[in-house]
């Protein structure tokens, strides 16, 4: 099996995952059983089983951000956040999954891919936005990451590895005391499919020790305090302008959304470069790949008409 | 739930009724629920293990042998009982049943090793009782002795519980020794209401010496609230001695801050004649009264404010086995006082009889085996033994020539004792563990045998009575 025909493979068995939990009820405690879900092979169901962990993930760490900044309850601008986000992850490399997009009622510039496919962008990076290409190649960055699953893989990894060290130290400190180590009880096998989905049901974990809580929780520090590993920011960022450029905008539009941050007070853009490269960095990441893609060569659409009708109509600022 | 059967009044042609005192949730066995995740499977022994949440209802002391934080919840998905008053109508059984569901456990355990070493904190919601009943019993013809009773009809509802929630620490002072306290705030609610109806064809003569056809009719409806609040505290202690023995001691007291039995009840007793129909059913005894109709109703709402009395300590001796990491086994011996008669300070009245326990002593044994490291079947056997005196057939009627109506001494002597059954019981589950996780379901059976005086007379009835449960729990280590 070649290269390409593993990656088929796989983003066939994620569009069936995704098929399924998207026909299904959405929330792990109250699906039924589906057909297509018990037709699975056990290969597609682990699959399944951790595209549906991702979502649950996803949706807790987008409630709490929704939570924590407010949401613009404004249908046409969303419908249009959506129209255009929709719309560039159809050009990217995972079209078959879902996206979400929402906008945060804050003013700094920012926006953030949860897991699953929930992407919330703030109003102050709505309005440093120029031209419906911009927005294009914010949305293609945010798209990037829930594709390649960075911000997931990072909580799985970190997870068992937290698991592990906690595992071992706890192992130690009872083989140390032996009138704790005559109560230890043989150590567990490796959940069944049945099993783990039956232990999910009920205690709300999967798999082995990854909470849905304890992982969003990890994950809104990661997004908010820590970041993810820069190199995975180059790459969103990359990836991001090639989707916009499949889309049919201009190429250079990423360059501009960055360098108008460079102006911006220390304020505005505080808390995205305390999770992100530095603004510098990544626009100099960026002229690689522009210069690597001869993007002068390519004529994409700006969409700065249309995006001006739409921000005649953004909402007011808060005070504040 | 037990009541006597208002048939005595109408026996006895229209002499007063039986006192009909029901006794709701089943406060005189102290093993109707089982309690906590491993503790359920193992027949409750488990004092000598106590190393998870349900510590706090087992030992205390266990608590500090802890190996990880963990969270449990355990649910009767459903149980069942069925006790049944062999002839109690005659050469007719009389069956009482109920069904339900409760939550007999839900709790969690906090190591605080990063504060103070060796400590450890616990919290518990526990069910030790509940029942729940809907039962609707009519009955058409039958006889006891030489009386036909023409229809008999009890409508009964209850609800019952009594539960625990409460906080508790161990703490081990040696290696080898735990030390535990725990506080719950016990609450027992019991509520029944309860209509019956009892119809006899019988003889009415006349002062004039005549006679006509006629029917003796009791009716009683009955509500009683019975409510008890208080604090429990439990000592306890666990020590682990060489080769993987452990012993546990545990000792546990209701102190009642409140305590209050509310009853109303009407009780209508009428006498008819059948003028329409002469020629009537006429099995049934004959009796003399000046007026062939006569109807008497009783009404009582009293409120007792001590109907309880005391409760009873626990004192619960185990001892447990670690054999190996796949098998422990585990035995509890446990001890309830006595709350006699005198204890019980209420009005004198058959509430305080009927409220008295005797000291008792259930036994528990159960063992784990991990038939596969994620498959631990757990089996345990128990008994659960009647607080209730044992009961007397009385002998004093004939010769006396009193009846269960006349005076309350002997009432108290040979009508009003209570039902005594002792039970032997089995559990059986199967967990399924995760290395953070654990479910577990199973069922638990039990039997009993024993007698009562479910007339309210001074007959006897053999009974026999069988619960079971079905359970499942989920814990969480975290």
């Known amino acids: 099996m070649t ?44 699959v399944f089983e951790d595209y ?3 979502v649950e993930v996803g949706r807790n760490m987008a409630g709490r951000l929704l939570g924590y900044y407010g949401v613009v309850e404004d249908p046409k601008l969303v419908a249009y956040l959506n129209q255009i986000g929709t719309y560039v992850a159809s050009y990217g490399d995972y079209p078959d999954r879902r996206y979400m997009f929402a906008i945060l009622k804050h003013e700094s510039v920012n926006a953030f891919a949860c897991p699953g496919g ?58 140390s005391d032996p009138y704790l180590k005559m109560r230890q009880r043989p150590e567990p096998e490796s959940s069944s499919a049945a099993g783990s989905r039956l232990a999910t049901y009920l205690t709300g974990k999967a798999g082995v020790g990854l909470s849905i809580m304890a992982a969003a929780a990890a994950g809104m520090q990661m997004i908010t305090e820590k970041g993810l590993d820069k190199e995975l920011e180059y790459e969103a960022d990359q990836e991001g302008v090639k989707y916009a450029i499949r889309a049919g905008y201009e190429p250079r539009a990423m ?11 220390a304020k505005k853009v505080k808390n995205l470069e305390k999770t992100h490269p530095s603004v510098k960095e990544r626009r100099d990441q960026l002229a690689k790949l522009l210069l690597s893609l001869k993007a002068e060569d ?3 659409a700006d969409g700065e008409d249309r995006f001006k009708k739409v921000k005649a109509k953004f909402p007011e600022p808060e005070a504040g | 739930m037990r009541s006597r059967l208002l048939l005595c009044g109408v026996t006895a042609g229209l002499g007063l009724a039986t006192v009909a005192t029901p006794l709701l949730a089943d406060q005189f066995h102290y093993n109707n629920v089982l309690v906590g995740t491993r503790a359920m499977g193992m027949g409750g022994a488990f004092a000598g293990i106590a190393d998870d949440a349900s510590g706090i209802y087992y030992n205390p002391g266990g608590l500090a042998f802890a190996l990880s934080n963990d969270i449990q919840g355990s649910a009767n998905a459903f149980y069942g009982k069925n006790t049944v008053y062999k002839k109690a109508l005659g050469s007719t059984d009389f069956t009482e049943e109920s069904s339900g569901s409760l939550t007999p456990f839900f709790g969690g355990l906090q190591k605080l090793d990063r504060y103070v070493q060796g400590l450890v904190a616990a919290f518990g919601v526990y069910y030790t009782d509940g029942d729940l009943k809907d039962q609707d019993t009519p009955i058409d013809q039958f006889q006891i002795g030489s009386t ?33 306290l725990g506080v719950s705030y016990f609450n027992a609610d019991e509520l029944v209401q309860e209509f019956q109806y009892a119809k006899q064809s019988l003889r009415i003569k006349l002062s004039d010496g005549s006679s006509v056809d006629g029917w003796s009719i009791l009716a009683s409806n009955i509500r009683q609230h019975l409510a008890v609040y208080g604090m429990q505290p439990t000592l306890g202690v666990q020590v682990a001695l060489p080769s993987g023995f452990t012993a546990g001691l545990t000792v546990k007291k209701i102190f009642v801050a409140s305590q209050s039995l509310e009853t109303a009840s009407d009780i209508s007793k009428t006498l008819v004649s059948d003028t329409q129909n002469s020629a009537a059913t006429k099995n049934g005894p004959s009796t003399t009264v000046a007026n062939p109709i006569q109807n008497t109703v009783t009404k009582q709402v009293t409120k007792s404010t001590n109907p309880v009395g005391d409760l009873p300590l626990e004192a619960r001796v185990g001892v447990a086995w670690f054999a190996s990491s796949s098998f422990v086994w585990s035995l509890d011996l446990s001890y309830h006082d006595g709350v006699t008669d005198a204890d019980v300070k209420t009005d004198p009245n058959a509430v305080r009889a009927a409220y008295a326990k005797e000291a008792i002593v259930n036994l528990a044994t159960g063992v784990e085996w991990y038939v596969t490291p994620s498959f631990p079947l757990r089996f345990g056997v128990f008994t659960n033994n009647d607080a209730r005196p044992e009961l007397k057939k009385g002998t004093a ?82």
């Open chain 2, 148 to 180: 036909v009773i023409d229809r008999y009809h009890r409508t009964s509802n209850a609800r019952a519980s009594t539960y625990f929630a409460g906080a508790g620490v161990g703490y081990r002072i040696l290696n080898n020794l735990g030390i535990g």
């Open chain 1, 255 to 265: 360059m501009t959304f960055l360098g108008r941050l460079e102006d911006h007070s």
């Open chain 2, 397 to 478: 009627d004939a010769a006396s020539g009193q009846t269960c109506s006349q005076s309350l001494d002997y009432y108290k002597k040979y009508c009003a004792q209570p039902d005594h059954i002792d039970y032997y019981g089995g559990s059986l589950f199967i967990a399924w563990v995760q290395p953070n996780s654990q479910i577990a379901a199973g069922i638990t059976l039990q039997s009993g045998n024993g007698k009562a005086q479910k007339l309210g007379d001074d007959a006897v009835q053999e009974v026999k009575s069988n619960q079971y449960s079905f359970a499942f729990s989920a814990t969480h280590n975290m």
């Open chain 1, 3 to 46: 290269l390409d025909s593993h990656v088929r493979l796989g983003r066939c068995r994620l569009a069936v995952a995704a098929g399924v939990l998207a026909a299904s009820a959405c929330t792990v405690k109250t699906q039924q059983a589906d057909p297509l879900e018990k037709s699975m092979t056990p290969e597609e169901r682990a």
């Open chain 1, 52 to 54: 549906r962990m991702e």
């Open chain 1, 298 to 300: 390519i004529i994409g």
């Open chain 1, 118 to 175: 929930y992407i919330l962008v703030t109003m102050g990076a709505l309005r440093n936005a120029s031209s419906e290409a911009e927005l294009a190649a914010v949305l293609g960055h945010e798209v990037a990451h829930v594709g390649k699953r960075h911000m997931y893989d990072a909580l799985k990894s970190m997870k068992q590895k937290d698991l592990d060290e906690a595992l071992a130290k706890k192992r130690a400190a009872i083989d």
